[in-house]
């Protein structure tokens, strides 16, 4: 009886925690830092392509989908996110229909995207966010049904040969933590949870703009971040731990403390509208005390003029740095529009999703596939 009862515990606690208690599956895809630049099993990304001269071998072109695992545990704002067939918010549906939408965006030339255990603005910019939409509880631990989630996503991309930018907590969202104890257990929880599942496709964001006032916790705030980038470093799993780093708000440069820390680092350019700053921004990054040889991503860019001979994206590629989109639904707009903008359309429907990704696969050379 008391075997059973043992027993019995076990599987409530590793169903609970939605964490691998048995072996993790093998794993296709593992993602690897040369240098600069990104490898996938063992080979470098896009491997000999140029473009205009310019190398894209080894960059990692991504996108920010950050609701892809989003929910809003808010009755009073979920009915916000009301599906326009249905007149309801649906969770499952949301994350089913990105997945699905994996491989078009794949065979388009995108290679990783941008995800959150938080979330992110489901209005693009907000300046109050009531709704709650954190897949980590007061007390820092993981709630199921989002480490569910983002476990669909994580196999999925795994699937598809493609990486993941997995950030763990969002300046909208981290006041739903209750303490720096609790943002602890949550780093630890989280990092634990992904070397348990196995996967090797992983980037770690520790927070979505570290610098942006919103924060609440000093130690998501850029003097004292790095503790956290060295505390999942430190974590391994049988010799194995997690790339890591942070990003910053847009048109900011990595501080030493960060630069230092980190396997990578991660730039985004809103707010940059004269193309010449993100070439300006990189070279600021590399002149940072500290740093060392690694890759530089932008993982968020609201611009684009992806038909101008020159915009963000061409002015990143420029320099040998990845670029990621951030796409949201603007005042007025429909349901096809914004990747980050529930209810959301995984889908290429929109003339700026369509202007994206065609400019994509030009760059990344899967026009004819």
């Known amino acids: 009886m008391k075997t059973a ?18 072996a993790a599956p093998p794993r296709k895809t593992v993602l690897t830092i040369v240098g600069e630049d990104f490898h996938i099993n063992g080979k470098p990304t896009y491997s000999g392509r140029t473009w205009k001269g310019h190398r894209i071998e080894g960059l990692l072109m991504n996108s920010r989908m950050v609701q892809a ?12 996110w009301a599906y326009t067939d249905t007149g309801n918010w649906d969770a499952e549906r949301n994350v089913r229909e990105f997945i699905a939408s994996l491989p078009n965006l794949k065979s388009k030339g995108l290679l990783a995207v941008t995800v959150n255990f938080q979330g992110g603005s489901p209005e693009g910019y907000s300046s109050k966010q009531t709704w709650l939409s954190s897949g980590f509880d007061i007390e820092g631990s993981l709630r199921p049904e989002f480490a569910d989630r983002m476990r669909r996503v994580l196999d999925a991309a795994d699937e598809q040969g493609m990486a ?3 950030g763990y907590f969002y300046f909208g969202q981290d006041q739903n933590i209750r303490d720096e104890s609790a943002i602890l257990r949550a780093t630890d929880t989280a990092t634990k949870w992904l070397l348990d599942g196995g996967w090797r496709n992983v980037l770690v964001e520790i927070n979505n703009e570290t610098n942006v006032a919103a924060y609440d916790h000093e130690i998501l705030k850029p003097k004292r971040v790095h503790e956290l980038i060295e505390r999942v470093r430190k974590t391994e799993r049988d010799g194995r731990r997690l790339l890591v780093g942070t990003s910053y708000g ?5 501080l030493e403390n960060v630069v230092r820390a980190s396997d990578f680092l991660l730039l985004h350019g809103n707010g940059v509208k004269d193309p010449a700053r993100i070439v300006e921004m990189v070279k600021q990054s ?8 690694m890759p530089i991503l932008f993982n968020e860019d609201d611009h684009e003029d992806f038909d101008k001979p020159a915009n963000n994206f061409v002015s990143a590629i420029s320099e040998h740095v990845s670029w990621g989109w951030f796409d949201y639904r603007r005042k007025g707009e429909t349901m096809l529009d914004g990747y980050q903008s529930p209810p959301v359309n995984w889908g290429i429907d929109s003339e700026r999703k369509k202007a994206f990704f065609q400019f994509l696969s030009e760059v990344t050379g899967n026009e004819a596939r």
């Open 286 to 293: 590399r002149e940072v005390p500290g740093y060392k040889e």
């Open 69 to 80: 695992t989003y929910d809003d545990l808010n009755p009073d704002t979920a009915k916000r």
């Open 5 to 22: 009862l043992i027993a019995t515990s076990l599987l409530f606690t590793c169903l609970l925690a939605m964490s691998p208690c048995l």
């Open 250 to 254: 847009g048109g900011a440069v990595p």
């Open 164 to 166: 993941v930018i997995l």
